[in-house]
Protein backbone atom coordinates (compact mmCIF):
# COMPACT_ATOMS: atom_id res chain seq x y z
CA UNK A 1 0.00 0.00 0.00
CA UNK A 2 2.61 2.34 0.93
CA UNK A 3 4.30 2.42 -2.53
CA UNK A 4 0.57 3.30 -4.15
CA UNK A 5 0.63 6.80 -2.30
CA UNK A 6 2.45 8.87 -5.19
CA UNK A 7 -0.75 7.12 -7.42
CA UNK A 8 -2.97 9.01 -5.03
CA UNK A 9 -1.08 12.57 -5.21
CA UNK A 10 -2.14 15.25 -7.27
CA UNK A 11 0.98 16.27 -9.97
CA UNK A 12 -0.11 19.73 -9.33
CA UNK A 13 -1.18 20.09 -5.15
CA UNK A 14 1.37 17.22 -4.23
CA UNK A 15 -1.93 16.39 -2.07
CA UNK A 16 -4.05 13.59 -2.13
CA UNK A 17 -6.83 14.14 -5.15
CA UNK A 18 -9.91 16.14 -4.16
CA UNK A 19 -12.65 16.02 -6.29
CA UNK A 20 -10.59 14.30 -9.15
CA UNK A 21 -11.57 14.68 -12.87
CA UNK A 22 -10.30 12.38 -15.77
CA UNK A 23 -8.51 14.26 -18.51
CA UNK A 24 -8.43 12.74 -21.97
CA UNK A 25 -5.03 11.44 -21.79
CA UNK A 26 -5.72 9.46 -18.78
CA UNK A 27 -4.35 11.61 -16.48
CA UNK A 28 -6.41 12.98 -12.92
CA UNK A 29 -6.41 16.58 -11.18
CA UNK A 30 -7.99 17.52 -8.65
CA UNK A 31 -10.53 20.11 -9.80
CA UNK A 32 -9.56 23.02 -8.19
CA UNK A 33 -5.92 22.36 -9.40
CA UNK A 34 -7.20 22.08 -13.13
CA UNK A 35 -9.03 25.47 -12.82
CA UNK A 36 -5.70 27.44 -11.20
CA UNK A 37 -3.72 25.96 -14.50
CA UNK A 38 -5.98 27.09 -17.06
CA UNK A 39 -4.84 29.77 -19.94
CA UNK A 40 -6.88 31.03 -22.14
CA UNK A 41 -5.50 31.02 -25.59
CA UNK A 42 -5.77 33.62 -29.01
CA UNK A 43 -9.21 32.90 -30.37
CA UNK A 44 -7.71 32.88 -34.15
CA UNK A 45 -5.17 29.71 -32.65
CA UNK A 46 -8.75 27.87 -31.61
CA UNK A 47 -8.86 24.71 -33.43
CA UNK A 48 -12.36 25.76 -34.32
CA UNK A 49 -11.46 29.03 -36.13
CA UNK A 50 -8.32 26.20 -37.58
CA UNK A 51 -11.53 24.24 -38.86
CA UNK A 52 -13.38 27.02 -40.15
CA UNK A 53 -10.50 28.30 -42.40
CA UNK A 54 -10.29 25.14 -43.75
CA UNK A 55 -6.49 24.31 -42.56
CA UNK A 56 -7.50 20.68 -41.85
CA UNK A 57 -5.77 20.63 -38.86
CA UNK A 58 -7.58 18.11 -36.36
CA UNK A 59 -8.15 18.32 -32.57
CA UNK A 60 -5.90 15.58 -31.79
CA UNK A 61 -2.81 17.56 -33.33
CA UNK A 62 -3.89 20.65 -31.98
CA UNK A 63 -3.40 18.32 -28.29
CA UNK A 64 -0.48 16.86 -29.35
CA UNK A 65 2.38 18.92 -28.02
CA UNK A 66 5.46 17.04 -29.38
CA UNK A 67 4.41 18.04 -32.39
CA UNK A 68 2.52 21.32 -31.66
CA UNK A 69 5.11 22.08 -29.03
CA UNK A 70 1.81 24.65 -27.52
CA UNK A 71 4.35 25.35 -24.70
CA UNK A 72 8.04 25.79 -24.76
CA UNK A 73 9.59 24.43 -21.63
CA UNK A 74 13.11 26.25 -21.97
CA UNK A 75 16.13 26.11 -18.98
CA UNK A 76 15.03 29.43 -18.10
CA UNK A 77 12.04 28.31 -16.25
CA UNK A 78 9.64 29.51 -18.28
CA UNK A 79 6.60 28.45 -20.80
CA UNK A 80 5.00 30.43 -23.22
CA UNK A 81 2.99 30.02 -26.82
CA UNK A 82 4.47 28.46 -29.08
CA UNK A 83 4.15 30.79 -32.11
CA UNK A 84 1.32 32.93 -30.27
CA UNK A 85 3.01 36.49 -30.77
CA UNK A 86 -0.15 37.85 -29.10
CA UNK A 87 -0.16 36.11 -26.25
CA UNK A 88 2.04 37.17 -23.46
CA UNK A 89 5.22 34.41 -21.36
CA UNK A 90 3.79 33.04 -18.89
CA UNK A 91 6.28 31.95 -15.70
CA UNK A 92 6.78 28.15 -15.06
CA UNK A 93 6.27 27.26 -11.47
CA UNK A 94 6.91 23.70 -10.05
CA UNK A 95 4.15 21.58 -7.96
CA UNK A 96 5.46 20.20 -4.40
CA UNK A 97 6.20 16.47 -6.24
CA UNK A 98 8.58 18.45 -8.86
CA UNK A 99 6.22 18.19 -12.39
CA UNK A 100 6.72 21.37 -13.68
CA UNK A 101 2.76 23.55 -14.34
CA UNK A 102 1.59 26.56 -15.55
CA UNK A 103 -0.33 29.00 -14.00
CA UNK A 104 -3.38 30.80 -15.61
CA UNK A 105 -2.21 33.93 -17.69
CA UNK A 106 -4.93 35.98 -16.28
CA UNK A 107 -7.16 35.64 -13.47
CA UNK A 108 -10.48 33.59 -13.83
CA UNK A 109 -13.74 36.36 -13.69
CA UNK A 110 -14.99 36.67 -10.64
CA UNK A 111 -18.16 35.08 -9.89
CA UNK A 112 -20.38 33.77 -7.27
CA UNK A 113 -20.99 30.58 -8.67
CA UNK A 114 -19.71 27.23 -7.12
CA UNK A 115 -15.91 26.06 -8.23
CA UNK A 116 -18.02 23.07 -9.81
CA UNK A 117 -20.85 25.33 -11.89
CA UNK A 118 -18.86 28.29 -11.98
CA UNK A 119 -18.09 29.15 -16.25
CA UNK A 120 -14.49 29.25 -17.59
CA UNK A 121 -13.38 31.86 -19.90
CA UNK A 122 -13.99 31.33 -23.55
CA UNK A 123 -11.06 29.27 -25.55
CA UNK A 124 -9.64 28.02 -22.14
CA UNK A 125 -6.71 25.84 -22.74
CA UNK A 126 -5.28 23.24 -20.14
CA UNK A 127 -2.31 21.23 -20.35
CA UNK A 128 -1.84 18.02 -18.27
CA UNK A 129 1.25 18.50 -16.08
CA UNK A 130 1.89 15.29 -16.50
CA UNK A 131 2.57 14.13 -20.35
CA UNK A 132 2.54 17.92 -21.19
CA UNK A 133 -0.93 17.47 -23.51
CA UNK A 134 -2.70 20.56 -23.91
CA UNK A 135 -7.09 20.43 -24.49
CA UNK A 136 -9.18 23.10 -24.87
CA UNK A 137 -12.27 22.93 -23.12
CA UNK A 138 -15.40 23.40 -24.20
CA UNK A 139 -18.77 25.47 -23.83
CA UNK A 140 -18.68 22.89 -20.32
CA UNK A 141 -15.70 24.00 -19.23
CA UNK A 142 -13.97 21.50 -16.58
CA UNK A 143 -18.17 20.12 -16.34
CA UNK A 144 -16.95 18.07 -19.87
CA UNK A 145 -14.33 16.05 -18.17
CA UNK A 146 -15.89 13.21 -15.84
CA UNK A 147 -15.16 12.67 -12.37
CA UNK A 148 -13.00 10.11 -10.62
CA UNK A 149 -15.21 8.66 -8.41
CA UNK A 150 -12.84 5.24 -7.94
CA UNK A 151 -10.22 7.10 -7.22
CA UNK A 152 -12.02 8.93 -4.37
CA UNK A 153 -12.91 5.46 -3.10
CA UNK A 154 -9.42 4.42 -3.24
CA UNK A 155 -8.30 7.61 -1.35
CA UNK A 156 -10.87 6.98 1.19
CA UNK A 157 -9.55 3.16 2.41
CA UNK A 158 -5.96 3.90 2.25
CA UNK A 159 -6.35 7.01 4.10
CA UNK A 160 -8.55 4.99 7.23
CA UNK A 161 -5.79 2.38 7.17
CA UNK A 162 -2.89 4.81 7.16
CA UNK A 163 -4.97 6.05 10.50
CA UNK A 164 -5.78 2.94 11.60
CA UNK A 165 -4.23 2.22 15.42
CA UNK A 166 -1.76 0.19 16.14
CA UNK A 167 -3.04 -3.05 17.82
CA UNK A 168 -0.96 -4.76 20.57
CA UNK A 169 0.73 -7.83 19.87
CA UNK A 170 0.08 -9.56 23.38
CA UNK A 171 -2.95 -8.35 24.40
CA UNK A 172 -4.83 -11.92 24.48
CA UNK A 173 -8.48 -10.57 24.17
CA UNK A 174 -9.71 -7.73 22.29
CA UNK A 175 -5.85 -6.32 21.37
CA UNK A 176 -5.98 -2.80 23.28
CA UNK A 177 -3.65 0.48 21.03
CA UNK A 178 -0.45 -0.05 21.15
CA UNK A 179 1.90 2.51 22.95
CA UNK A 180 5.35 1.94 22.59
CA UNK A 181 7.20 -0.72 20.07
CA UNK A 182 10.39 -2.18 20.80
CA UNK A 183 12.85 -2.19 18.48
CA UNK A 184 15.20 -4.79 19.97
CA UNK A 185 11.90 -7.32 19.89
CA UNK A 186 10.20 -6.04 17.11
CA UNK A 187 6.71 -6.28 19.14
CA UNK A 188 4.25 -3.73 19.97
CA UNK A 189 2.99 -3.26 23.73
CA UNK A 190 0.43 -1.70 25.22
CA UNK A 191 1.05 -0.34 28.50
CA UNK A 192 -0.26 -3.55 30.55
CA UNK A 193 1.38 -5.88 28.55
CA UNK A 194 4.90 -3.88 28.23
CA UNK A 195 4.92 -3.89 32.08
CA UNK A 196 4.12 -7.42 32.28
CA UNK A 197 6.28 -8.43 29.47
CA UNK A 198 8.65 -6.23 29.17
CA UNK A 199 9.77 -4.80 32.16
CA UNK A 200 12.34 -1.23 32.20
CA UNK A 201 15.13 -4.11 33.89
CA UNK A 202 17.51 -6.77 33.78
CA UNK A 203 18.63 -7.40 30.01
CA UNK A 204 15.27 -5.91 28.65
CA UNK A 205 16.51 -2.39 30.30
CA UNK A 206 18.94 -1.62 27.47
CA UNK A 207 15.85 -1.84 25.25
CA UNK A 208 14.94 1.19 22.67
CA UNK A 209 11.33 1.40 22.59
CA UNK A 210 10.01 4.16 20.52
CA UNK A 211 6.38 5.53 19.41
CA UNK A 212 4.37 2.95 17.40
CA UNK A 213 3.91 5.31 14.68
CA UNK A 214 7.73 5.91 14.84
CA UNK A 215 8.15 2.19 14.73
CA UNK A 216 6.37 1.31 11.59
CA UNK A 217 8.05 3.51 10.03
CA UNK A 218 11.37 1.87 11.11
CA UNK A 219 10.00 -1.72 10.15
CA UNK A 220 9.90 -0.84 6.79
CA UNK A 221 13.41 0.98 6.68
CA UNK A 222 15.02 -2.16 8.44
CA UNK A 223 17.84 -3.46 6.10
CA UNK A 224 17.53 -6.66 4.40
CA UNK A 225 18.85 -9.81 6.00
CA UNK A 226 22.12 -11.14 4.95
CA UNK A 227 21.87 -13.10 1.38
CA UNK A 228 22.46 -16.65 1.89
CA UNK A 229 23.65 -19.18 -0.66
CA UNK A 230 21.18 -21.18 -2.82
CA UNK A 231 22.77 -24.41 -2.46
CA UNK A 232 23.50 -24.16 1.10
CA UNK A 233 20.68 -22.26 2.83
CA UNK A 234 22.19 -22.31 6.23
CA UNK A 235 25.74 -20.48 4.91
CA UNK A 236 25.88 -16.46 4.27
CA UNK A 237 27.26 -15.53 0.69
CA UNK A 238 31.05 -14.51 1.92
CA UNK A 239 33.09 -14.69 -1.95
CA UNK A 240 32.97 -13.77 -5.33
CA UNK A 241 33.62 -16.30 -8.07
CA UNK A 242 35.11 -13.84 -10.78
CA UNK A 243 34.73 -16.53 -13.36
CA UNK A 244 31.18 -17.72 -12.28
CA UNK A 245 30.24 -13.81 -12.05
CA UNK A 246 28.08 -15.01 -8.63
CA UNK A 247 28.59 -15.49 -5.05
CA UNK A 248 29.49 -18.28 -3.22
CA UNK A 249 29.60 -19.38 0.28
CA UNK A 250 32.81 -21.02 1.73
CA UNK A 251 31.19 -24.54 1.74
CA UNK A 252 30.77 -24.07 -2.14
CA UNK A 253 34.31 -23.73 -2.56
CA UNK A 254 35.40 -26.52 0.27
CA UNK A 255 33.23 -28.83 -2.37
CA UNK A 256 35.25 -27.75 -4.97
CA UNK A 257 32.75 -26.24 -7.30
CA UNK A 258 35.14 -23.24 -8.02
CA UNK A 259 38.66 -24.84 -7.14
CA UNK A 260 40.44 -23.58 -10.14
CA UNK A 261 38.74 -20.23 -10.54
CA UNK A 262 39.63 -17.13 -9.05
CA UNK A 263 38.11 -16.21 -6.01
CA UNK A 264 37.57 -12.60 -3.92
CA UNK A 265 36.28 -10.85 -0.96
CA UNK A 266 32.76 -10.55 -1.64
CA UNK A 267 33.21 -7.16 0.16
CA UNK A 268 36.26 -6.17 -2.33
CA UNK A 269 34.02 -6.86 -5.26
CA UNK A 270 31.02 -4.83 -4.02
CA UNK A 271 33.60 -1.61 -4.19
CA UNK A 272 34.62 -2.83 -7.76
CA UNK A 273 30.75 -2.85 -8.75
CA UNK A 274 29.75 0.34 -7.35
CA UNK A 275 29.34 1.67 -11.11
CA UNK A 276 26.16 0.18 -11.53
CA UNK A 277 24.56 2.11 -9.07
CA UNK A 278 23.18 5.06 -10.84
CA UNK A 279 21.69 2.02 -13.15
CA UNK A 280 20.15 0.60 -10.28
CA UNK A 281 19.00 4.18 -9.02
CA UNK A 282 17.18 4.83 -12.86
CA UNK A 283 15.27 1.01 -12.42
CA UNK A 284 14.41 1.53 -8.89
CA UNK A 285 12.42 4.78 -9.25
CA UNK A 286 10.87 3.06 -12.29
CA UNK A 287 10.22 -0.01 -10.27
CA UNK A 288 8.01 2.07 -7.83
CA UNK A 289 6.24 3.89 -9.81
CA UNK A 290 5.08 0.69 -11.69
CA UNK A 291 4.55 -0.87 -8.53
CA UNK A 292 2.24 2.09 -7.36
CA UNK A 293 0.66 1.49 -10.22
CA UNK A 294 -0.41 -2.08 -10.00
CA UNK A 295 -1.28 -1.91 -6.35
CA UNK A 296 -3.70 1.52 -7.38
CA UNK A 297 -5.10 -1.36 -10.39
CA UNK A 298 -5.98 -3.85 -8.07
CA UNK A 299 -7.80 -1.77 -5.71
CA UNK A 300 -9.57 -0.37 -8.36
CA UNK A 301 -10.88 -3.89 -8.68
CA UNK A 302 -11.99 -4.22 -5.69
CA UNK A 303 -14.33 -1.19 -6.23
CA UNK A 304 -18.19 -2.32 -6.37
CA UNK A 305 -19.27 0.85 -8.53
CA UNK A 306 -20.04 -0.63 -12.42
CA UNK A 307 -20.50 3.07 -13.92
CA UNK A 308 -17.24 4.00 -12.05
CA UNK A 309 -15.22 0.88 -12.75
CA UNK A 310 -16.24 1.41 -16.69
CA UNK A 311 -15.74 5.02 -16.47
CA UNK A 312 -11.83 4.76 -15.79
CA UNK A 313 -10.89 1.22 -17.21
CA UNK A 314 -9.80 2.40 -20.44
CA UNK A 315 -7.48 5.02 -19.07
CA UNK A 316 -5.72 2.36 -16.94
CA UNK A 317 -5.40 0.31 -19.57
CA UNK A 318 -3.66 2.49 -21.75
CA UNK A 319 -1.37 3.11 -19.10
CA UNK A 320 -0.44 -0.16 -18.09
CA UNK A 321 0.42 -0.41 -21.63
CA UNK A 322 2.18 2.41 -21.59
CA UNK A 323 4.10 1.30 -18.65
CA UNK A 324 4.73 -1.70 -20.33
CA UNK A 325 6.17 -0.42 -23.47
CA UNK A 326 8.77 1.97 -21.27
CA UNK A 327 9.82 -1.58 -19.54
CA UNK A 328 10.50 -2.70 -23.34
CA UNK A 329 12.26 0.38 -24.62
CA UNK A 330 15.35 0.19 -22.71
CA UNK A 331 14.62 1.26 -19.37
CA UNK A 332 16.74 -1.67 -18.37
CA UNK A 333 19.49 -1.94 -21.27
CA UNK A 334 22.57 -1.12 -19.29
CA UNK A 335 23.72 2.59 -19.69
CA UNK A 336 27.12 2.28 -18.82
CA UNK A 337 29.26 -1.45 -18.38
CA UNK A 338 31.41 -2.89 -15.34
CA UNK A 339 34.63 -3.03 -17.80
CA UNK A 340 36.70 0.05 -18.53
CA UNK A 341 39.56 0.77 -21.28
CA UNK A 342 41.95 2.83 -19.23
CA UNK A 343 45.38 3.58 -19.91
CA UNK A 344 47.97 4.95 -17.66
CA UNK A 345 50.73 6.85 -17.92
CA UNK A 346 53.60 6.35 -15.43
CA UNK A 347 56.78 8.20 -17.04
CA UNK A 348 55.97 10.82 -14.66
CA UNK A 349 56.15 8.77 -11.95
CA UNK A 350 58.95 6.22 -12.89
CA UNK A 351 61.11 9.64 -13.36
CA UNK A 352 60.04 11.15 -9.51
CA UNK A 353 60.98 7.56 -8.23
CA UNK A 354 64.55 7.14 -9.89
CA UNK A 355 65.05 10.74 -8.13
CA UNK A 356 64.09 9.58 -4.56
CA UNK A 357 66.57 8.59 -1.98
CA UNK A 358 65.32 5.67 -0.09
CA UNK A 359 65.42 5.05 3.29
CA UNK A 360 64.53 1.87 5.23
CA UNK A 361 60.94 1.23 5.85
CA UNK A 362 59.86 -0.66 8.68
CA UNK A 363 56.80 -2.49 7.38
CA UNK A 364 56.42 -5.70 6.10
CA UNK A 365 53.66 -7.04 3.05
CA UNK A 366 52.94 -10.89 3.48
CA UNK A 367 49.85 -13.13 2.84
CA UNK A 368 48.66 -16.56 4.46
CA UNK A 369 50.29 -19.45 3.45
CA UNK A 370 48.28 -22.29 2.31
CA UNK A 371 51.72 -24.43 2.94
CA UNK A 372 51.67 -24.77 5.96
CA UNK A 373 48.08 -24.29 6.71
CA UNK A 374 45.55 -27.27 8.21
CA UNK A 375 43.89 -28.74 5.57
CA UNK A 376 40.65 -27.49 6.52
CA UNK A 377 41.73 -23.75 6.05
CA UNK A 378 39.70 -21.77 3.26
CA UNK A 379 41.75 -19.38 1.67
CA UNK A 380 40.20 -16.22 -0.93
CA UNK A 381 41.05 -12.73 -2.02
CA UNK A 382 44.70 -13.99 -2.88
CA UNK A 383 45.79 -15.77 0.43
CA UNK A 384 44.38 -12.69 2.64
CA UNK A 385 40.87 -13.66 3.83
CA UNK A 386 40.85 -17.07 5.24
CA UNK A 387 38.01 -19.03 6.95
CA UNK A 388 37.72 -22.57 8.27
CA UNK A 389 35.55 -25.99 6.85
CA UNK A 390 35.82 -27.62 10.67
CA UNK A 391 33.86 -26.54 13.52
CA UNK A 392 37.54 -27.26 15.50
CA UNK A 393 39.90 -24.74 15.31
CA UNK A 394 42.47 -24.69 12.87
CA UNK A 395 45.73 -22.91 12.57
CA UNK A 396 46.79 -20.99 10.22
CA UNK A 397 50.47 -18.56 9.45
CA UNK A 398 51.77 -15.90 7.32
CA UNK A 399 54.57 -16.53 5.16
CA UNK A 400 56.86 -13.89 6.59
CA UNK A 401 58.85 -14.57 9.53
CA UNK A 402 60.15 -12.18 12.10
CA UNK A 403 63.35 -12.09 14.20
CA UNK A 404 64.09 -8.70 14.91
CA UNK A 405 62.26 -5.16 14.46
CA UNK A 406 58.97 -4.10 15.31
CA UNK A 407 56.04 -4.83 13.30
CA UNK A 408 52.45 -4.20 12.91
CA UNK A 409 49.05 -6.09 11.23
CA UNK A 410 45.65 -6.11 11.20
CA UNK A 411 42.81 -8.47 11.08
CA UNK A 412 39.18 -7.47 10.50
CA UNK A 413 36.54 -9.63 11.14
CA UNK A 414 34.40 -10.63 7.81
CA UNK A 415 32.24 -12.86 9.89
CA UNK A 416 31.16 -13.86 13.49
CA UNK A 417 28.63 -16.72 14.11
CA UNK A 418 27.33 -18.01 16.94
CA UNK A 419 30.09 -16.45 19.81
CA UNK A 420 33.07 -18.78 18.46
CA UNK A 421 36.66 -17.93 19.96
CA UNK A 422 39.27 -17.22 17.29
CA UNK A 423 42.70 -16.97 18.62
CA UNK A 424 45.13 -14.29 16.91
CA UNK A 425 48.98 -14.15 18.03
CA UNK A 426 52.51 -15.00 16.78
CA UNK A 427 54.29 -18.67 16.25
CA UNK A 428 57.29 -21.33 15.74
CA UNK A 429 56.95 -23.16 12.02
CA UNK A 430 56.02 -26.26 14.00
CA UNK A 431 53.03 -25.22 16.18
CA UNK A 432 50.34 -27.69 16.29
CA UNK A 433 47.67 -26.49 14.08
CA UNK A 434 44.71 -28.76 14.73
CA UNK A 435 44.36 -27.11 18.17
CA UNK A 436 43.22 -23.60 19.91
CA UNK A 437 46.56 -21.18 18.97
CA UNK A 438 47.97 -21.16 22.44
CA UNK A 439 47.83 -24.49 23.48
CA UNK A 440 50.97 -25.61 22.80
CA UNK A 441 54.47 -24.09 23.72
CA UNK A 442 54.59 -23.10 20.06
CA UNK A 443 52.43 -20.48 20.12
CA UNK A 444 51.46 -16.62 21.95
CA UNK A 445 47.90 -15.57 21.23
CA UNK A 446 44.99 -13.42 22.44
CA UNK A 447 41.73 -15.48 22.09
CA UNK A 448 38.45 -13.39 22.46
CA UNK A 449 35.07 -13.74 21.98
CA UNK A 450 32.28 -11.60 21.85
CA UNK A 451 32.37 -10.28 25.51
CA UNK A 452 36.31 -10.78 26.68
CA UNK A 453 40.13 -12.08 26.44
CA UNK A 454 42.35 -13.95 27.62
CA UNK A 455 46.07 -14.59 26.82
CA UNK A 456 47.19 -18.12 26.47
CA UNK A 457 50.53 -19.89 26.34
CA UNK A 458 51.48 -23.46 26.69
CA UNK A 459 47.81 -23.70 27.54
CA UNK A 460 47.62 -21.11 30.28
CA UNK A 461 44.99 -18.65 30.25
CA UNK A 462 45.69 -15.35 31.83
CA UNK A 463 44.54 -11.46 32.20
CA UNK A 464 40.89 -11.60 31.36
CA UNK A 465 40.30 -8.37 30.10
CA UNK A 466 36.65 -7.20 29.56
CA UNK A 467 35.59 -6.17 25.64
CA UNK A 468 35.03 -8.42 22.82
CA UNK A 469 34.44 -8.98 19.09
CA UNK A 470 31.86 -8.78 16.49
CA UNK A 471 31.49 -8.28 12.82
CA UNK A 472 33.72 -5.81 11.63
CA UNK A 473 36.11 -5.37 14.65
CA UNK A 474 39.49 -4.93 13.77
CA UNK A 475 42.60 -7.00 15.79
CA UNK A 476 45.73 -5.54 15.73
CA UNK A 477 49.10 -7.15 16.87
CA UNK A 478 52.31 -5.37 17.76
CA UNK A 479 55.16 -7.79 17.84
CA UNK A 480 58.16 -5.21 19.22
CA UNK A 481 61.52 -7.85 19.02
CA UNK A 482 63.14 -4.70 19.80
CA UNK A 483 61.45 -4.70 23.25
CA UNK A 484 61.26 -8.38 23.23
CA UNK A 485 57.19 -8.06 23.70
CA UNK A 486 54.04 -9.00 22.28
CA UNK A 487 50.92 -6.39 22.31
CA UNK A 488 47.37 -7.12 21.14
CA UNK A 489 44.54 -4.48 20.34
CA UNK A 490 41.18 -4.00 19.62
CA UNK A 491 39.54 -1.67 17.22
CA UNK A 492 42.50 0.74 17.25
CA UNK A 493 42.38 -0.02 21.64
CA UNK A 494 44.92 -1.45 23.55
CA UNK A 495 43.60 -5.00 24.91
CA UNK A 496 45.03 -5.46 28.82
CA UNK A 497 48.36 -5.17 29.87
CA UNK A 498 51.68 -6.26 26.87
CA UNK A 499 50.65 -9.86 26.69
CA UNK A 500 54.11 -11.50 26.64
CA UNK A 501 58.04 -10.54 27.36
CA UNK A 502 61.30 -12.26 26.44
CA UNK A 503 60.37 -13.29 22.91
CA UNK A 504 63.21 -13.89 21.26
CA UNK A 505 63.94 -15.86 18.22
CA UNK A 506 61.85 -16.53 14.77
CA UNK A 507 58.32 -15.76 14.98
CA UNK A 508 55.05 -16.03 12.17
CA UNK A 509 51.74 -14.75 12.24
CA UNK A 510 49.23 -16.97 13.63
CA UNK A 511 45.22 -17.05 13.72
CA UNK A 512 43.50 -20.18 14.78
CA UNK A 513 39.51 -20.11 14.08
CA UNK A 514 36.54 -22.29 12.99
CA UNK A 515 33.72 -22.61 10.54
CA UNK A 516 32.12 -19.38 12.64
CA UNK A 517 34.69 -17.43 11.83
CA UNK A 518 35.99 -15.58 8.61
CA UNK A 519 39.20 -13.23 9.11
CA UNK A 520 40.85 -10.50 6.27
CA UNK A 521 44.58 -9.83 7.34
CA UNK A 522 46.01 -6.40 6.57
CA UNK A 523 49.73 -5.91 6.59
CA UNK A 524 52.50 -3.13 5.59
CA UNK A 525 51.20 -0.83 8.23
CA UNK A 526 53.18 1.57 10.16
CA UNK A 527 53.59 1.08 13.74
CA UNK A 528 50.69 2.71 16.10
CA UNK A 529 51.85 6.67 16.64
CA UNK A 530 50.59 6.32 20.29
CA UNK A 531 53.23 3.58 20.37
CA UNK A 532 56.47 4.85 18.74
CA UNK A 533 56.11 8.06 21.04
CA UNK A 534 55.61 5.96 24.05
CA UNK A 535 58.77 3.60 22.73
CA UNK A 536 60.59 6.95 22.14
CA UNK A 537 60.07 8.23 25.62
CA UNK A 538 61.76 4.92 26.98
Known sequence: MEEMEEELKCPVCGSFYREPIILPCSHNLCQACARNILVQTPESESPQSRRASGSGVSDYDYLDLDKMSL???????????????????????????????????????????????????????????????????????????????????????????????????????????????????????????????????????????????????????????????????????????????????????????????????????????????????????????????????????KENDPSGFLQISDALIRRVHLTEDQWGKGTLTPRMTTDFDLSLDNSPLLQSIHQLDFVQVKVAWFAFDPGSAHSDIIFSNDNLTVTCSSYDD?????????????????????????????????????????????????????????????????????????GGITKGATIGVLLDLNRKTLTFFINDEQQGPIAFENMEGLFFPAVSLNRNVQVTLHTGLPVPDFYSSRASIA
Open 394 to 466: RVVLGKTGFSKGVHYWELTIDRYDNHPDPAFGVARMDVMKDVMLGKDDKAWAMYVDNNRSWFMHNNSHTNRTE
Open 71 to 301: YSEADSGYGSYGGFASAPTTPCQKSPNGVRVFPPAMPPPPTHLSPALASVPRNSCITCPQCHRSLILDDRGLRGFPKNRVLEGVIDRYQQSKAAALKCQLCEKAPKEATVMCEQCDVFYCDPCRLRCHPPRGPLAKHRLVPPAQGRVSRRLSPRKVSTCTDHELENHSMYCVQCKMPVCYQCLEEGKHSSHEVKALGAMWKLHKVVRDQISHCTVKLRQTTGLMEYCLEVI
